[in-house]
């Protein structure tokens, strides 16, 4: 077997199950947590707060949103890039469709992959220069943070360096990384990708009770 | 780099194939021309080759004419002068730069630190000079192993490797390409206010920055801050074009354009890095206080006072010459 066929093979089947097993386990833990009973009387609905308060975090407010300018503009360009790219991303399609779905999409044409691709890096560069820059997002940060990017990075440089498909050793560089990110994806603050609705939900939700208009 | 130059090692011998994109000339054609020597004399064939109208990218000239000796020229200049010479430029600067830390030592802050600082930067310009510094550096270990690996690292670690060292910085050049045009123009927006040059830059000049001994006035920024700044911006401009016209070829309708870019492009990016290597030993071991700068948006005042009295005045309200009062004192 070659070093790409296990890499794209058993290694990413483990990295998979990993990456779901951990994931779901990590969600239902945090759902099972709870919360402490609120025994006043609602003023208003929770669940429509849940919704809201998810929502209305998209767009920041309006004193808001000069100053965080950077990281509103990178965190858009890197995390709707990224999904672009990996969804939409020709050789990920093929690559879904023959491993795991059995279907396949329309992929982007080249030259919106590589200005997704453009867009995506900017924002991941300058949302990691931010945290490095900012005096408080500096002291707030540490290694997780800091390896969460850095895998990311070279999860979506490996996969760049790999677009030409004429060697091996690229690709089997590229989804190595790819398999690293899986597992370490479930035990990291990379998990926002799936917690971030909780979090805002359970702060509408508890606004949402109070009758505050979000 | 270093992490694929680990895992593509190994293997890079036995998986190379033509890229995914590749056609294969072959395909459709059965046999062979029947008078396959012709009829005229090799002589004849290339003078008709090089009467080929250069305006034509493929071989489409009429007559016969199919080829152009603008790209043998053009291969000369790019094997025998740019592939041969330029390399060496950021290699000197750094052998300069080695010599002068040797025999001048970090330039200290007269005086020492003072534990008070002045904000010079802010977030926003950081994050945009640390953005283009990125791409800078990712477009520059790309761009010279595209350029120089043949050279450089063939020889001692193999064509394969070579090979998927370079395919691998191809795309990576080309991907990152459009993302340095957007950091050149956020640099531009942050930057452009105080690099205008002034009368004041005229001392700095002649008393050659104040390297040699000496103390030299300037405002926010130096004359060669100010002359960086407008390096990165016309060299930026020129590298971002030529780019743009290798990167889409169609653009033009002579491939004098397309062989001039590749020129001017090594050129500008070689002289670029060669500059860039000088501006980070200043930035950082060169010149005590400086990186502060851009680590954390303040310097300290003693620094201020010395490399950018009237900026300091400016910024402050108070004189750079003048001697600490402690506003506190009873």
């Given at each position: 077997?070659?070093?790409?066929?296990?890499?794209?093979?058993?290694?990413?089947?483990?990295?998979?199950?990993?990456?779901?097993?951990?994931?779901?386990?990590?969600?239902?833990?945090?759902?099972?947590?709870?919360?402490?009973?609120?025994?006043?009387?609602?003023?208003?609905?929770?669940?429509?707060?849940f919704?809201?308060?998810?929502?209305?975090?998209?767009?920041?407010r309006?004193?808001?949103?000069?100053?965080?300018?950077?990281h509103?503009?990178?965190?858009y360009?890197?995390?709707?890039?990224?999904?672009?790219?990996?969804?939409?991303?020709?050789?990920?399609?093929?690559?879904?469709?023959?491993?795991?779905?059995?279907?396949?999409?329309?992929?982007?044409?080249?030259?919106?992959?590589?200005?997704?691709?453009?867009?995506?890096?900017?924002?991941?560069?300058?949302?990691?220069?931010?945290?490095i820059?900012?005096?408080?997002?500096?002291?707030?940060?540490?290694?997780?943070?800091?390896?969460?990017?850095?895998?990311?990075?070279?999860?979506?440089?490996s996969?760049?360096?790999a677009?030409?498909?004429?060697?091996?050793?690229?690709?089997?560089?590229?989804?190595?990384?790819?398999?690293?990110?899986?597992?370490?994806?479930?035990?990291?603050?990379?998990?926002?990708?799936?917690?971030?609705?909780?979090?805002?939900?359970?702060?509408?939700?508890?606004?949402?009770?109070?009758?505050?208009?979000? | 780099?270093?992490?694929?130059?680990?895992?593509?090692?190994?293997?890079?011998?036995?998986s190379?194939?033509?890229?995914?994109?590749?056609?294969?000339?072959?395909?459709?054609?059965?046999?062979?021309?029947?008078?396959?020597?012709?009829?005229?004399?090799?002589?004849?064939?290339w003078?008709?080759?090089?009467?080929?109208?250069?305006?034509?990218?493929?071989?489409?000239?009429?007559?016969?004419?199919?080829?152009?000796?603008?790209?043998?020229?053009?291969r000369?200049?790019?094997?025998?002068?740019?592939?041969?010479?330029?390399?060496?430029?950021?290699?000197?600067?750094?052998?300069?730069?080695?010599?002068?830390?040797?025999?001048?030592?970090?330039?200290?802050?007269?005086?020492?630190?003072s534990?008070?600082?002045?904000?010079?930067?802010?977030?926003?310009a950081?994050?945009?000079?640390?953005?283009?510094?990125?791409?800078?550096?990712?477009?520059?270990?790309?761009?010279?192993?595209?350029?120089l690996?043949?050279?450089?690292?063939?020889p001692?670690?193999?064509?394969?490797?070579?090979?998927?060292?370079?395919?691998?910085?191809?795309?990576?050049?080309?991907?990152?390409?459009?993302?340095?045009?957007?950091?050149?123009?956020?640099?531009?927006?942050?930057?452009?206010?105080?690099?205008?040059?002034?009368?004041?830059?005229?001392?700095?000049i002649?008393?050659?920055?104040?390297?040699?001994?000496?103390?030299?006035?300037?405002?926010?920024?130096?004359f060669?801050e100010?002359?960086?700044f407008?390096?990165?911006?016309?060299?930026?401009?020129?590298?971002?074009?030529?780019?743009?016209?290798?990167?889409?070829?169609?653009l033009?309708?002579?491939?004098?354009?397309?062989?001039?870019?590749?020129?001017?492009?090594?050129?500008?990016?070689?002289?670029?890095?060669?500059?860039?290597?000088?501006?980070?030993?200043?930035?950082?071991?060169?010149?005590?206080?400086?990186?502060?700068?851009?680590?954390k948006?303040?310097?300290?005042?003693?620094?201020?006072?010395?490399?950018?009295?009237?900026?300091y005045?400016?910024?402050?309200?108070?004189?750079?010459?003048?001697?600490?009062?402690?506003e506190?004192?009873?």
């Open positions: 077997m070659s070093f790409l066929n296990f890499v794209e093979g058993p290694l990413f089947t483990f990295a998979a199950a990993v990456f779901v097993l951990a994931a779901l386990w990590r969600l239902i833990g945090i759902i099972r947590i709870g919360r402490t009973k609120d025994i006043s009387p609602p003023k208003g609905s929770a669940a429509v707060g919704i809201k308060g998810n929502l209305r975090h998209f767009i920041p309006g004193i808001f949103a000069k100053r965080t300018m950077v509103l503009v990178g965190g360009g890197f995390h709707l890039g990224l999904f672009v790219l990996v969804f939409f991303g020709v050789y990920h399609i093929d690559f879904l469709n023959e491993r795991i779905l059995g279907f396949s999409w329309p992929a982007l044409p080249r030259w919106a992959f590589l200005l997704t691709s453009a867009i995506a890096f900017s924002g991941l560069i300058m949302l990691w220069v931010r945290r820059s900012d005096p408080v997002m500096r002291l707030i940060s540490d290694k997780d943070d800091h390896i969460g990017s850095w895998l990311t990075f070279l999860v979506m440089l996969g760049c360096f677009l030409e498909q004429a060697h091996d050793s690229l690709r089997a560089t590229h989804m190595l990384l790819v398999d690293i990110w899986l597992i370490y994806f479930p035990f990291s603050r990379l998990m926002h990708g799936f917690t971030f609705f909780l979090s805002r939900g359970q702060s509408g939700a508890t606004y949402g009770r109070k009758g505050i208009d979000l | 780099m270093l992490m694929l130059a680990a895992f593509a090692a190994p293997i890079a011998a036995q190379v194939r033509p890229p995914g994109n590749a056609v294969n000339l072959d395909d459709g054609i059965e046999d062979g021309p029947s008078n396959a020597l012709g009829d005229i004399s090799d002589t004849e064939i003078d008709n080759f090089r009467g080929g109208n250069p305006r034509e990218l493929f071989a489409a000239a009429p007559e016969g004419q199919v080829m152009t000796t603008t790209g043998q020229q053009w000369v200049v790019r094997e025998k002068l740019i592939r041969k010479y330029l390399g060496w430029l950021p290699v000197i600067v750094i052998g300069l730069l080695a010599v002068f830390y040797l025999i001048r030592g970090p330039m200290k802050i007269t005086g020492g630190r534990g008070k600082t002045i904000p010079r930067f802010t977030l926003s950081r994050v945009a000079h640390w953005f283009m510094a990125g791409v800078f550096i990712i477009l520059g270990l790309t761009g010279l192993i595209i350029l690996g043949r050279v450089v690292i063939a001692y670690l193999g064509l394969e490797f070579n090979s998927v060292l370079a395919s691998a910085a191809m795309q990576g050049h080309n991907l990152f390409g459009p993302v340095f045009v957007f950091a050149l123009i956020w640099l531009f927006i942050k930057f452009v206010r105080g690099n205008f040059f002034q009368w004041v830059d005229l001392k700095w002649f008393k050659l920055g104040g390297f040699f001994g000496g103390h030299v006035s300037s405002r926010q920024f130096n060669g100010k002359s960086w407008w390096m990165v911006i016309l060299g930026g401009i020129l590298i971002s074009v030529t780019g743009i016209i290798m990167l889409f070829p169609t033009v309708d002579d491939v004098r354009w397309l062989q001039l870019s590749t020129i001017l492009h090594a050129l500008g990016a070689v002289g670029l890095i060669a500059v860039a290597i000088g501006h980070i030993y200043v930035g950082t071991i060169g010149m005590e206080g400086s990186i502060d700068s851009m680590l948006g303040e310097v300290d005042e003693n620094w201020a006072k010395e490399h950018h009295d009237l900026w005045e400016e910024v402050t309200g108070k004189s750079a010459t003048a001697p600490e009062t402690t506190d004192a009873p």
